[in-house]
T-cell receptor, first 115, second 113 residues
Framework: EPEVTQTPSHQVTQMGQEVILRCVPISNHLYFYWYRQILGQKVEFLVS????????KSEIFDDQFSVERPDGSNFTLKIRSTKLEDSAMYFCASSESGAGGETQYFGPGTRLLVL | GDSVTQMEGPVTLSEEACLTINCTYTATGYPSLFWYVQYPGEGLQLLLKATKADDKGSNKGFEATYRKETTSFHLEKGSVQVSDSAVYFCALSDGSSASKIIFGSGTRLSIRP
């Protein structure tokens, strides 16, 4: 069964450093998402992406964050200058369409630790 | 804005006990409702969903019915197993294009043998 993959599974970085989290969505899916889950808290939406554009972003997704689909298979989340509070599990998801009832398929997550 | 409220955990049950995890939502319009499950060390998996009022989603012995009148989507299972131990998230998405999923805070379920 097709699945969403994410790399790396764990990343440790120093505050102020740039990180890039990578995702390979399911191949025929057109909509892509990033979510994050701070330890012990709820899963929060960051951004949705379709047709090489951001469709929607949350208040969390400020100028330090960016997303890109560089080569038609990968979907990346970049944090330019990491802060301690960026430490979280980051989930990528994809869906075939963006319809409200459409299932979003989640990757296993990247655990980011900012020191 | 839209939101999801679910019962706080942890919930600890013995094997073969009945399970109910309560979930209520606040939304404008007609959201779709989901239950996602997160097994230890793994990502989020869709457990079941319902896209309109009175729909019942079911999977792996779990059920939830979309109740518009009570704005609820409670998760139920008649006989839980040790392998059901996980964190369960109630969630909704609105009808807009590329619609985000809004999650509840999660309920940790532990099943004793």
């Amino acid at each position: 069964e097709p699945e969403v993959t994410q790399t790396p599974s764990h990343q440790v970085t120093q505050m102020g450093q740039e990180v890039i989290l990578r995702c390979v969505p399911i191949s025929n899916h057109l909509y892509f998402y990033w979510y994050r889950q701070i330890l012990g808290q709820k899963v929060e939406f960051l951004v949705s992406f379709y047709n090489n554009e951001i469709s929607e972003k949350s208040e969390i997704f400020d100028d330090q964050f960016s997303v890109e689909r560089p080569d038609g298979s990968n979907f990346t989340l970049k944090i330019r200058s990491t802060k301690l509070e960026d430490s979280a599990m980051y989930f990528c998801a994809s869906s075939e369409s963006g319809a409200g009832g459409e299932t979003q398929y989640f990757g296993p997550g990247t655990r980011l630790l900012v020191l | 804005g839209d939101s999801v409220t679910q019962m706080e955990g942890p919930v600890t049950l013995s094997e073969e006990a009945c399970l109910t995890i309560n979930c209520t939502y606040t939304a404008t319009g007609y959201p779709s409702l989901f239950w996602y499950v997160q097994y230890p060390g793994e990502g989020l998996q869709l457990l079941l969903k319902a896209t309109k009022a009175d729909d019942k989603g079911s999977n792996k012995g779990f059920e939830a019915t979309y109740r518009k009148e009570t704005t609820s989507f409670h998760l139920e299972k008649g006989s839980v197993q040790v392998s059901d131990s996980a964190v369960y998230f109630c969630a909704l998405s609105d009808g807009s294009s590329a619609s985000k999923i809004i999650f509840g805070s999660g309920t940790r379920l532990s099943i004793r043998p």
